[in-house]
């Protein structure tokens, strides 16, 4: 009898565990919405093949509805002073993220991110997000929509919605 030759653990690839974590993360957003700060580094470091991984994870977990949800929601409660500073982040990182996700250089299929924003209810929040006054988040929404609007259908959506107004006006902003 010929003795057992001892196996390698199998350690999954570097992808694969960027995946593992953006899916682990996305769905502990409901418990934690703090958990989208790491969300957006795993992102924000994730390009080729672990951006692949990442932004698949991401749409194939909900991540796209919960992250228009979180925005729309964050935006109705900013005017609060009761939980503002933190809102006021976690909507900037929001706007980081979508920006990220919404990126060619991050997630060569991000145009299917897009399009489930779209489907989501994303215009409406970012679209809001450029009537604001707060420079970090009109640089993160401009900064957004620049990735989003290689959709034809998302410019669609930004001409109906007067975003050219809104970027005109921006055009003046100090």
Sequence with gaps: ??????????????????????????????????NVLELSDVVAGAFGEDGARAGEAFRDTGGVGKLAGMLQWWNMLA??????????ELREVVLE???????NAVDPASSLTKRLLLQWGGATPLFACLQ?????????TCGALQNICHDPAWCEVAIINGAHASFERLLDHP
Excluded at 79 to 88: A, G, M, N, R, V
């Design 1 to 34: 009898m010929a003795a057992a030759t001892p196996t390698a653990p199998l350690v999954p690839t570097q992808a694969a565990s960027v995946a593992v974590r953006v899916a682990a993360l996305v769905e502990s957003l409901e418990a934690d919405a703090m």
């Design 79 to 88: 005017p609060s002073t009761t939980h503002l500073p933190e809102i006021l």
């Design 97 to 103: 993220l979508i920006g990220n996700l919404c990126s």
């Design 132 to 140: 604001l006054a707060d420079v970090n988040v009109l640089r993160l």
